[in-house]
Every structure is written in structure tokens, then in C-alpha cells.
């Protein structure tokens, strides 16, 4: 059985490296000793249970949460502290969350292009052109005028998507992305997703939904009490996993 890996055009340098990465919140000790590489045109699915530090480790590539301890780099660059270069960073990965943090009073195309228009200085007519052709893309074309209200939550998550992308990010990185959604609008999302992973897009995924893991990532990631516990590809993940927590775990969602 081939993995994504070997379907997927050739996986690149390392583009995000975590070293010895830790972080506190308080007395809680929610990363512990993170060492965690991620090629370009890699797509890494992060799994475990809740509290384990997934989304805490998503939020802290993109610098939403400060670190500790250790290093992030992104592309050989350390992650600045603030200011300017933060801002520049940010710009170089898109983040898509739970909730979808679209702007309510603009319409989906001001949604998709404010961030190219004010980040990146693209020109609106460029822009817009760009975030017709990535509306297209992720299936909403159509509805571009409308606003986030007036679109079901699995549509204004796809925007997201679109959103994230029209800033040309090296690293896509997604916390969550079908937790808020209905059942029926979760396959949508994730669609998008797959065919952003066979695109050769770099990808970091916090996620509950094991189908994607296996289908598309190169990759699984299991974290459990603030560490990366195990790492390996899907089929050996979900059918061999060697620690009794990822054992444990597997045992667990996997009946249901």
C-alpha cells in the first residue's frame, strides 16, 4: 500500500523545526521537550487526547503563544519576538482555527483579499482576482457578495481556507478545523484539506478526524501530556503503534 508520501511530489528541506521547545501555563507544563521537523511539502497530522498539547504546539509556530524554552524556526529563521518581522512571519503562515475569526461586516471577497491588499500591498483588482480564483478553488465561488452569516459553517470555514491561502503562506497550519461543524459539513472541509495535501502544500494538522490522517498525511504526530510521544507513517501508526499510550488511545476511538 503506498502512503501519501510516496503518491505526493518529493518532500523538501526542512522548513519548521522545533528544538527542545517548552512552555508553561502557570504551574501546567503543556510542552514538554517538543523536537518536531516538518519538510516542505510535508503534511503533518497532529493527534492525541484532549490536553495533551496539541493546539498549544499549532498556536506556538505562528507565535500566538510565546515559548518558554528551546527554538521555532521557520525556513532557517528563528521566529522573531515581536513587531515588523512577527508581522512578516505571520504573513508566511497561514493559520486556520475552530471557529472561523471571519470578519462579520465584510463581505467573503473582503474577507479573502483585506490581507493581501494591507499585508502583502497587492493591488485590489489583483487581489480580488486572486480570491475569486481561490473561492473557486474551495468550492464558494458563488458566494462571494454574500457574508459570513448569510453562509452555512462548513462555507465559512472553506473561506477560511481560501483566506489563509490568498496570503501565499509557506506553512499551512489548522487547529481543529472540523470540531465546530456539523457532521455533514465536516467531509466538505476536509475535501478542501486533501486536495490542498496532494497539492504539495506544507501542512501541520490538529485534528480529530482519523480518516484524514490516514488518507493524507505523511506523517502522524501522537502527543499525550505535553509530549510527542510517538511519530511515524499512518499505516504503521494505525495499525502497529508501539507505545501503550497511542495503544491506549487508538483502542479507544478507533471502536467507535
Known amino acids: 500500500m503506498t502512503s501519501a508520501g510516496e503518491t505526493r511530489a518529493a518532500i523538501g528541506q526542512p522548513l519548521v523545526v522545533l528544538d527542545h521547545v517548552d512552555k508553561w501555563f502557570g504551574q501546567l507544563h503543556v510542552l514538554r521537550d517538543i523536537n518536531l521537523t516538518v519538510n516542505r511539502g510535508?503534511?503533518?497530522?497532529?493527534?492525541?487526547?484532549?490536553?495533551?498539547?496539541?493546539?498549544?504546539l499549532c498556536r506556538a509556530i505562528n507565535r500566538?503563544?510565546?515559548?518558554?524554552?528551546?527554538?521555532?524556526?521557520?525556513?532557517?529563521?528563528?521566529?522573531?519576538?515581536?513587531?515588523?518581522?512577527?508581522?512578516?512571519?505571520?504573513?508566511?503562515?497561514?493559520?486556520?482555527?475552530?471557529?472561523?475569526?471571519?470578519?462579520?461586516?465584510?463581505?467573503?471577497?473582503?474577507n479573502v483579499t483585506l490581507g493581501p491588499i494591507k499585508v502583502r500591498k497587492q493591488k485590489q483588482a489583483d487581489a480580488e482576482r486572486r480570491a475569486k480564483e481561490l473561492l473557486d478553488r474551495v468550492g464558494v465561488a458563488h458566494q462571494a457578495a454574500?457574508?459570513?452569516?448569510?453562509?452555512?459553517?462548513?462555507?465559512?470555514?472553506?473561506?477560511?481556507?481560501?483566506?489563509?491561502?490568498?496570503?501565499?503562506?509557506?506553512?499551512?497550519?489548522?487547529?481543529e478545523p472540523t470540531s465546530a461543524l456539523d457532521p455533514e459539513m465536516i467531509a466538505e472541509?476536509?475535501?478542501?484539506?486533501?486536495?490542498?495535501?496532494?497539492?504539495?502544500?506544507?501542512?501541520?494538522?490538529?485534528?480529530?478526524?482519523?480518516?484524514?490522517?490516514?488518507?493524507?498525511?505523511?506523517?502522524?504526530?501522537?502527543?499525550?501530556?505535553?509530549?510527542?510521544?510517538?511519530?511515524?507513517?499512518?499505516?504503521?501508526?494505525?495499525?502497529?503503534?508501539?507505545?501503550?499510550?497511542?495503544?491506549d488511545f487508538l483502542g479507544k476511538i478507533l471502536k467507535h
Not at 480518516?211 to 502527543?223: I, K, L, P, S, T
Request: hydrophobic content about 45%; cysteine-free.
Open 64 to 110: 500566538l503563544e510565546t515559548i518558554d524554552k528551546g527554538t521555532i524556526s521557520l525556513d532557517g529563521q528563528p521566529l522573531p519576538q515581536e513587531g515588523k518581522e512577527l508581522a512578516r512571519l505571520r504573513a508566511e503562515v497561514g493559520m486556520v482555527f475552530q471557529s472561523f475569526n471571519l470578519f462579520a461586516h465584510k463581505t467573503i471577497l473582503e
Open 189 to 247: 472541509v476536509l475535501d478542501v484539506m486533501v486536495e490542498l495535501a496532494e497539492g504539495g502544500m506544507t501542512m501541520i494538522v490538529v485534528t480529530h478526524e482519523m480518516g484524514f490522517a490516514r488518507e493524507a498525511a505523511n506523517r502522524v504526530v501522537f502527543m499525550a501530556d505535553g509530549q510527542v510521544v510517538e511519530e511515524n507513517d499512518p499505516e504503521t501508526f494505525f495499525t502497529r503503534p508501539q507505545s501503550d499510550r497511542a495503544k
Open 146 to 175: 454574500k457574508y459570513p452569516a448569510q453562509l452555512s459553517g462548513g462555507q465559512q470555514q472553506r473561506v477560511a481556507i481560501a483566506r489563509a491561502l490568498a496570503m501565499e503562506p509557506k506553512v499551512m497550519l489548522f487547529d
Open 42 to 56: 510535508e503534511v503533518v497530522v497532529v493527534i492525541g487526547p484532549s490536553g495533551s498539547g496539541k493546539s498549544t
